[in-house]
């Protein structure tokens, strides 16, 4: 915005009056005149000249201002001033030590790094800008009256802009015409926010019935619209016509930049915001910047760092004060005045010393280390891309890492959010029952035909030709086929469950349409509903042609009819077709636009009213609705004779060309009416598509939509058009969506509404209980009701289909108020909203849809090992509590035998008591023995572990940890507990709880969740979702992951990490996230230490050289020494590192409460590694010392020895700390010692008189003719790291910490090793139980003994996999069809079922010790407790019971009515539908 | 050294065989690459730091460090040295006169003489140093207060010397040379050794002036003005140091190839110290032809010029004479460091050896029931 009023400032046309006077109005709107009313475009008179031109310009620099732009922001950083500021120090004669130039080299350096980096990237920048610029459109020219090529960059605001087919936009363009002749143009949009499906957009209305082709040069109107900004939803504005006329415009009728022009052959549009102001490029920032929390924790030891250089120099220069002070007036010879010959008193060159001092030492701040974490962060963002286990084959698509520099994080995070739907679950929407009228139809074989998917897999070569032949993209066609065959050649090499081959399916079919599996699509119908379908639709068919009216059918009849109605109908699908891809089907009967205005209202429906008067009015609308039925009627068995009928009912003119302009489609229907499986649905959500094939299933299929139109076959009655009069959107407030259609049948004025069932049952009308049809219609709600909470309790996502029937007078009135909210500027989506909750009142409820969401592959397994990793996982999920409760069991993030807190409350002070029950109940529980209460009544602060307490090691020691309890927590209690007064209770509880399920919560309460946990009990939170609506939680957490899955993009822009599945973020974490963080914080300390031992050599020098702040070390080893000689090992082992391999890792994840804990870099190692690093320098610095102690030896020969052992012990130093040495390890050692020599080799023997002070000539040659050198560069090393070397031997043979003790197991054979391992799974319990740190392996023999037998076919099963791969992969697959098959074998139509849980299934006989999974490190129990909590808690008033007769049961469990009675907006629950 | 195996995964080629697959089509894949160093799957050695795999090498280094160590100590054992110091602190001492009256540029040198016995004989050659202590010619200005340029014979730095000299860079509006302080402050006492035999004749020990310095800091480093011919002109128009009694082409007036810059006492002198306490190399006494010990054992006498003042900052002087071995001067610091470290080594390595026993059965893999 404020570049507008920049524009307009800097233009230096003479200003007149008027345009001063206009000014404050520009300032809220932005006007465009089509260009072509004046003469050129560029011109004074243009009015479109102060708006931003099309060329853009996303380089940050300037040949001219990149140096000066560059060192700027480079200087943000403070290291870098410190750095400059130090070398400029250099150039005070009275300091300096170095050469000043050379000083300069290592800040020159560093900084040229980064500046070449930035001008490479800002190289790149500036040719795909290059590109883009370039880019042809035909623009209309007034000269030659014709759309001639320009380049984009030439597209100016107000250029009239034709668009073809399968082109992008280049600017924001308002659509004036389109070639469609619905007036629609279908645009991709998959480079804004990656959705895939089609989008529809419409001309303005105005041009809406221009028949003819648009006429640039008639466009007279001008359009006042917002300015620039980077809603991409929404649009606001008015176009104003020559006739004064104005016409609102919409969201709808803008074409943003970046997006694809599809399905549409051409289109004209006029140019609103161009270049830099579109909206795509104002969405436009930059990568995220994060600090991770081991940089926070490395800046604190820097500046302790900083704290070391000052007390060194401090001491140095008091040091020399006195040192001074000692000779008194008696000058020493050795003692050089100053340049001018004048006598320095002691504290002067103390002060003067001081700051010699920290030039000296300045390499105790790592000036490399910032850009070494840099280069390391890149090779490890490196190799989590080329990571072949995060790839995923069904999307082709890898683990994307979106910010750079928080890898280490992934190594040491705590807490987890995890949202649930196509997070947890695949978002692959599986219709599964239904309730219609009160009935239910389970659609057992729909079960069945889903379990049949669990088995596909050995069939996979079916699927594959049965995917070879579904019809594609024309352009791609060569391509996928070519791919099919791959993917069935590689189905032998590795066998994947069902569900995978499933995916691959999928995968295949997602290329072209959004959300549809053929899950989705293959429904068996249930045979009692298909029956009644076809029962109900042939009544109407026969009452049809016998002109009865419509409401004599049977209200349970007409219920089902209606309910498929509303399933078809009451969505924003858009149906293509297969032959002619992305190409809308088209169906036009009537070419009538929805009603927009009052008067087109009135025109349309008025008459029968004004004619007739009321009374009259039902049988003049019958009438109509009889001619309607047959205009509108498709099912008579010619086309020919619905053509003729088409024809005699199609105003003549006009039209026609529209007609003519698209013959493809409309002779195409005949061809493909026989086959409407082929048709396909794209829908924005795969709940949609779900019904949609569902309602399919039942013959009830949508076969198209236009804005005015939905075109529905029914059985019997053949095509129905119904007239579209609105679509009121779902959004998150309201939980529905309806539309309002004329019904083609009974010509009433129909709302279809479909929703969270909260909502819906809301808004059903009250019923009067006196009738009969109301006691009928109160029981099928109530009815209703129960299933729904049966499917709830299944998993199920539940949604409820109602609809209203409305009087024109009601709707009329209705209307007026919406449309005046329409054309509302200001206000509109409040208005429209309320208009929206007028209209969806008094609702009949028709029944209630189950569609299962299906959870990911891997998800129980990955959630169980992240817990064992230590990992507190909550899931926050917009879904129905019971929908929740249930998916959190079939993902194992409930146990069974776990308790569960359910926490209902409607009041704040319900939820106090609440939380104070579960605290004392929790206490009760839990810390009875401990007999410590006063530590319930103010909670200590939180912590996961307690720290090393081995004393009370007990039972007991479990003070605050995680117990087996489960919580569950809706969002209208979130909110409560959300609230300041009572976050505190709140974490208390959910501190304790071992998992925490939030249900019902809004995309701002998980945003708040994650933040209350980030900041008052200050751990690392990972947040995972992947819809829009857990952007705000991604954004709050430490690191974001997004899951590039089916619902857009959103929240994988605003993620840090994108993952194709769930189930990598176990590798991510626990493999490459510990990785990662052992190598980063094992290498921050390494450099500390380096810097620290080499500048303490100069510093003990000090007390030989009267602490003048000189130094033995040739100014050029010190300054290169950490940029060159020792840089290279360090930045590979940081690199390749591993400590523990990534099997032992993935099937010990308890290994990760390593990083958890910050067990690499605790504050304590920083000074054992300073005391070290002193420990070193002085062996290093004293050994030489006595060595050349009284000898001829001069300053730098005798410094030069003292470089070299520096770096020897330096390299060894690193050696110890490596645990994985390969080739590149060795290479980089012996390159940098070779560096080393070669360096002082070449520098000491270039020049003889250059390098003062030092003057290194033919040092080195001599010193490698002296024996003397090669015996201190054996001893001083070996003694200097003696220590360490002692300790590292002693501490892991007595004290080894768990990634010890599983390097060890990496270095058993294969076999040997996953036997433990598998065996450690049982054991987990006891590595981190503080007193024995780890049950050497050896002890575990005996208990291992009696399992042997019954592990054994087991591992043979490994063996038989044994050559393929990591253990851990196998093993789970195997376990995973396991439960896939039993399942499927299953009479339950559950995959979960509700009595017995996967869970007994997964544990193969014999080896389970009641609850294994629950020994993690979290719940430090003694066995005995375990054993006597009963899996069914003891009634109390928080309990949520289990029970497998009754399904749920629980005290709060199932709402009471009287919940409900709160107002639906102060609910503000989101239930993403 | 350590237990440790080299851990080729054989899993290496095994995923390969999904990658391999690809036709044409699948070239386009993301799909990463199944390279051992793409997947992380180098080989690799991990060591593991355990007692029991540690313990060998602590031997293994006591073993080594201790036998050499009792070579260096006795090596440097049978290294002959002689010191005296002769700063005249004590007002017993020969030279105490002299000290007490010091001036840089007193015109008559104070001459002292230092009597000493040497015990034993010193064979083959003798070095004969000189030693300062508390000379802290380590000085960060001190050490930069130079020009080598100007020593390396360049006429355009001889006139104008590098501005590291000040406060000794010019003198009476000449450019001094050499400049700085460094050679400013040469050490200007001049030794002379007689061996007084039985019968009370002083003979003079011959002191070969050559041959002290750095063979490169001689030919390479150092270099006359205008070459050697004619030092007189080629220092024309410069000053004397301040300190100095005669300018730098008088400083050996016998050997034109000792004089002037490539003067190699001036040479060593230039030559900064490392420690304050330190000594440099004055003379050598070459061997004799025959079998005659370079000096024999008896008494000796040391007739010092003595120019130089230590007082001021408590400084001794000192003349050393020793022989040398392959490794230096005598000095059995480092033996005896090898001792230590050897022995400490070996005593580590038996404690790591009882841990071992004690604690460390893990490493044996054949408990581990397969």
């Known amino acids: ?1473 | 050294m350590m237990a440790s195996s080299y851990n080729a995964k054989e899993e290496d080629g095994h995923h390969s065989g999904s990658a391999t697959h690809g036709g044409p089509g699948v070239a386009k894949s993301k799909k990463p690459d199944n390279t051992a160093f793409k997947q992380q799957r180098l080989p690799a050695w991990q060591p593991i730091l355990t007692a029991g795999t540690v313990l060998p090498a602590f031997f293994v280094i006591g073993l080594i460090f201790i036998p050499i160590g009792i070579g260096l100590y006795v090596t440097s054992n049978n290294i002959k040295e002689f010191e005296i110091d002769y700063t005249g602190l004590d007002i017993d001492s020969p030279c105490y006169s002299c000290a007490k009256n010091f001036s840089w540029n007193s015109t008559a040198p104070c001459v002292c003489t230092v009597n000493f016995t040497l015990e034993q004989p010193f064979e083959s050659n003798v070095y004969m140093y000189y030693g300062l202590s508390n000379f802290y010619q380590n000085h960060r200005r001190y050490v930069k207060s130079r020009d080598d340029s100007q020593l390396n014979g360049d006429l355009s730095a001889l006139k104008s010397p590098s501005k590291e000299c000040e406060p000794y860079r010019t003198s009476e509006g000449q450019s001094i040379a050499p400049c700085g302080a460094i050679a400013n402050s040469l050490f200007n006492d001049t030794l002379e050794l007689y061996h007084i035999e039985s019968n009370g004749t002083k003979n003079q020990v011959v002191l070969a002036k050559k041959g002290i310095a750095w063979w490169t800091d001689k030919h390479v480093k150092f270099r006359n003005p205008g070459g050697n011919s004619n030092l007189t002109a080629a220092f024309q128009g410069t000053a004397k140091p301040v300190n100095w009694r005669k300018p730098v082409y008088e400083l050996d007036q016998s050997d034109p190839e000792n004089n002037g810059f490539i003067n190699e006492d001036f040479i060593v002198w230039m030559r900064t110290a490392a420690l304050p306490t330190f000594r440099k190399l004055y003379r050598i006494i070459h061997k004799k032809p025959n079998t005659t010990p370079t000096l024999p054992s008896g008494r000796y006498a040391l007739d010092i010029t003595y120019n130089y003042p230590v007082l001021s900052f408590d400084g001794r002087k000192r003349m050393i004479l020793s022989t040398i071995s392959w490794m230096g001067g005598k000095n059995p610091f480092l033996g005896i460091a090898y001792i230590t470290v050897g022995s400490i080594c070996f005593f580590l390595g038996v404690v790591l050896l009882i841990i071992h026993h004690k604690y460390d059965t893990r490493s044996n893999s054949a408990d581990i029931p397969n």
């Open chain 1, 1 to 1473: 915005m404020a570049r507008e009023g920049e524009d307009a400032g800097m233009a230096k046309a003479p200003k007149r009056k008027r345009q001063k006077k206009r000014k404050p109005k520009e300032n809220k709107t932005r006007t465009v005149h089509a260009n072509v009313l004046h003469d050129c475009a560029k011109g004074d008179e243009n009015p479109n000249r102060h708006y931003a031109n099309n060329e853009i310009k996303t380089t940050k620099y300037t040949v001219l201002s990149f140096l000066p732009k560059n060192l700027f922001e480079q200087f943000h950083r403070f290291a870098n001033v410190y750095f400059v500021f130090i070398a400029l120090l250099n150039f005070v004669p009275v300091v300096n030590t170095f050469q000043p130039e050379l000083a300069l080299t290592p800040v020159i350096f560093i900084l040229s790094v980064t500046a070449i980096k930035d001008l490479w990237e800002d190289y790149r920048r500036h040719r795909s800008d290059k590109e883009i610029n370039h880019m042809d459109c035909l623009v209309y020219s007034r000269g030659e009256k014709r759309y001639v090529e320009k380049y984009w960059k030439e597209v100016r605001v107000g250029d009239f802009i034709r668009l073809r087919c399968n082109e992008i936009l280049p600017a924001d363009v308002l659509l004036l015409s389109s070639s469609d002749p619905d007036r629609l143009c279908h645009i991709e949009t998959a480079t804004l926010d990656g959705e895939t499906n089609l989008k529809q957009r419409q001309v303005v209305r105005s041009f809406f019935d221009l028949d003819c082709e648009f006429d640039p040069l008639k466009y007279n109107s001008i359009i006042e619209c917002e300015k620039p900004n980077n809603d991409l939803n929404r649009f606001r504005g008015y176009i104003i016509h020559r006739s004064g006329r104005r016409d609102a415009l919409y969201k709808e009728n803008l074409l943003l930049r970046g997006c694809t022009i599809r399905n549409t052959e051409e289109a004209v549009g006029i140019v609103i915001y161009a270049g830099h102001e579109t909206k795509a490029m104002l969405n436009n920032n930059g990568p995220r910047y994060k600090r991770s929390k081991l940089e926070r924790q490395m800046n604190v030891d820097v500046f302790w760092c900083v704290i070391i250089l000052l007390v060194m120099c401090l001491f140095a220069a008091a040091g020399h004060g006195l040192w001074m002070f000692q000779y008194g007036d008696k000058r020493p010879v050795f003692d050089v005045l100053s340049p001018e010959g004048t006598d320095l008193s002691p504290i002067m060159s103390a002060i003067y010393l001081f700051l010699t001092m920290i030039i000296v030492l300045q390499v105790l701040i790592p000036i490399s280390l910032f850009v070494s974490i840099e280069i390391v962060k890149i090779c490890q963002v490196y190799f989590i891309h080329q990571d072949m286990d995060l790839y995923d084959e069904e999307t082709d698509s890898h683990l994307q890492c979106r910010a750079l520099n928080i890898t280490e994080d992934l190594g040491q995070m705590q807490y987890i959010f995890s949202d649930k739907t196509g997070t947890l679950t695949d978002n692959k929407m599986v219709f599964r029952r239904c309730t219609v009228a009160g009935v239910e139809y389970s659609h057992d074989a729909n079960a069945k035909r889903l379990a049949m998917y669990q088995e596909m897999d050995s069939e996979e070569e079916d699927c594959m030709s049965h995917g070879g032949t579904l019809p594609r993209r024309d352009s791609v066609t060569s391509h996928q086929s070519a791919r099919v065959v791959l993917r069935s050649h590689s189905t032998k090499s590795h066998r994947r469950t069902g569900s995978r081959a499933e995916a691959k399916r999928a995968s295949i079919l997602s290329k072209h349409t959004a959300f549809s599996s053929p899950m989705e699509k293959d429904i068996t119908p249930d045979p009692q509903l298909l029956d009644k379908v076809n029962e109900c639709s042939s009544q109407m068919d026969f009452m049809r042609f016998h002109s009865q009216p419509m409401s004599q059918l049977p209200s349970d009849l007409s219920d089902i009819i209606d309910f498929f109605i509303a399933l078809t109908v009451c969505n924003t699908v858009v149906v293509s077709s297969p032959n002619q891809p992305r190409h809308k089907v088209r169906m036009r009967f009537e070419l009538k636009s929805p009603v927009k205005t009052i008067e087109d209202f009135i025109k349309r429906f008025t008459p029968s009213r004004l004619t007739s008067g009321s009374n009259s009015s039902s049988s003049s609308s019958l009438n109509r609705s009889s001619n309607k039925g047959c205009s509108s009627l498709l099912s008579s068995p010619s086309a020919e004779s619905t053509l003729t009928k088409l024809n005699e009912e199609t105003p003549p003119g006009g039209l026609e060309p529209g007609f003519s302009a698209a013959p493809p489609c409309y002779d195409g229907r005949p061809s493909w009416s026989p086959e409407d499986g082929e048709l396909r649905y794209e829908a924005e959500s795969p709940d949609e598509a779900a019904l949609v094939y569902a309602a399919r299933a039942y013959k009830c299929s949508l076969v198209g939509r236009l804005p005015d139109h939905v075109t529905v076959e029914l059985p019997h009655l053949g095509r129905l058009s119904f007239e579209l009069l609105h679509t009121l959107g779902f959004d998150s407030t309201r939980k529905r969506m309806s539309v309002v259609v004329r019904h083609p049948l009974t010509d009433q004025i129909t709302v279809y509404t479909k929703g969270a069932d909260s909502v819906i049952m809301e808004l059903i009308k009250p019923l009067d209980t006196g009738n009969s049809k109301g006691r009928r219609q109160k029981k099928i709600v109530c009815r209703t009701q129960n299933y729904l909470n049966l499917y709830a309790a299944d998993g199920l996502r539940t949604l409820c289909i109602a609809k209203k029937v409305m009087s024109k007078e009601e709707y009329a009135c209705w209307l007026q108020r919406h449309l005046e909210a329409e054309t509302a500027i200001q206000g509109r989506e409040e208005l429209l909203f309320q208009s929206a909750l007028r209209l969806e009142t008094n609702l009949h409820l028709l029944g209630a849809t189950g569609i299962e969401d299906r959870l990911q592959d891997g998800v129980p397994e990955t959630i169980a090992s992240l817990r064992r990793a230590g990992l507190q996982i909550w899931v926050l999920t917009g879904d129905k509590q019971e929908t929740a409760v249930n998916i959190a069991y079939a993902c194992k993030l409930l146990e069974p035998d776990e308790e569960i807190l359910t926490l209902n409350a409607d009041s704040h002070e319900a939820c106090a008591l609440l939380l104070e029950e579960s605290l004392h109940y929790i206490q009760a529980k839990f810390f009875c023995s401990s007999g410590d209460q006063s530590a319930t009544a103010d909670f200590p602060p939180f912590e996961i572990y307690p720290p090393a307490s081995p004393s009370s090691s007990s039972s007991h020691a479990a003070h605050f940890l995680v117990h087996r309890l489960g919580l569950v927590i809706d969002g209208r209690t979130l909110a409560y507990a959300l609230d300041k007064s009572l976050e505190d209770k709140f974490l208390a509880v959910a501190r304790s709880c071992r998992s925490v399920l939030c249900c019902r919560s809004t995309p701002l309460q998980k945003s708040m969740v994650v933040k209350l946990v980030r900041n008052k009990l200050r751990v690392m939170t990972l947040a995972i979702g992947d819809g829009a609506n857990d952007v705000s939680m991604i954004q709050v957490a430490d690191v974001g992951v997004g899951i590039s899955g089916q619902e857009g993009m959103q929240a994988v822009m605003a993620s840090d990490f994108a993952l194709p599945r769930f189930r990598y973020l176990q590798k991510l974490l626990l493999v490459h996230g510990h990785w990662c963080y052992s190598r980063l914080a094992n290498m921050i300390l390494y450099f500390f230490y380096k810097n620290a031992m080499f500048v303490a050599l100069i510093f003990w020098y000090q007390f030989y050289c009267g602490f003048s702040g000189s130094a033995m070390i040739d100014q050029w080893y010190l300054i290169f020494f950490n940029l060159m000689f020792s840089a290279f090992p360090q930045l590979i082992t940081g690199t390749l590192d591993k400590d523990v391999s990534a099997e032992t890792l993935q099937q010990l994840p308890h290994l990760y409460v390593n990083g958890q804990n910050s067990e690499e870099y605790k504050p304590y190692m920083f000074w054992m590694n300073m005391i070290d690093s002193f420990y070193q320098s002085l062996v290093c610095f004293f050994i030489p010392y006595f060595a050349y102690a009284d000898s001829d030896v001069d300053l730098f020969t005798w410094g030069t020895p003292i470089t070299t052992i520096a770096l020897f012990t330096i390299l060894l130093h690193l050696g110890i700390e490596t645990k994985t040495w390969t080739w590149i390890n060795w290479l980089s050692i012996a390159f940098s010692v070779a560096l080393f020599f070669s360096v002082a080799l070449l520098y000491n023997a270039s020049c003889p008189t250059c390098y003062s002070p030092s003057n290194p000539y033919w040092t080195m040659q001599r010193l490698l003719q002296d024996p003397l050198f090669y015996l201190l560069c054996t001893i001083t090393p070996v003694a200097a790291l003696l220590p360490r070397y002692f300790y590292r031997a002693c501490q892991s043979t007595l004290f080894p910490n768990p990634v010890q003790v599983g390097r060890q197991l990496d270095k058993l054979p294969a076999d040997t090793r996953r036997n433990i391992l598998s065996l450690g799974r049982l054991k987990t319990g006891s590595p981190l139980s503080p007193a024995p740190p780890f049950l050497p392996l050896a002890k575990l023999s005996p208990a291992k003994d009696p399992r042997g037998t019954p592990r054994a076919p087991v591992s043979q099963t490994d063996e038989e996999h044994g050559g393929g791969g990591p253990a851990a992969p196998a093993r789970s697959r195997e376990r995973l069809s396991n439960v896939y098959s039993s399942v499927s074998t299953e009479t339950d139509t559950l995959p979960y079922t509700k009595d017995a849980p996967p869970l007994t299934d997964w544990e193969a006989p014999g080896q389970s010790p009641p609850g294994w999974t629950a020994s993690t490190p979290l719940a430090a129990r003694a066995d005995g407790v375990q054993l006597s909590l009963p899996p069914v808690g003891a009634p109390q008033c928080v309990k949520y019971r289990r029970s497998p007769q009754e399904g749920l049961v629980s005290e709060h469990g199932v709402h009471p009515p009287a919940h409900r009675t709160a107002p639906a907006a102060e609910q503000s629950l989101y239930t993403a539908l």
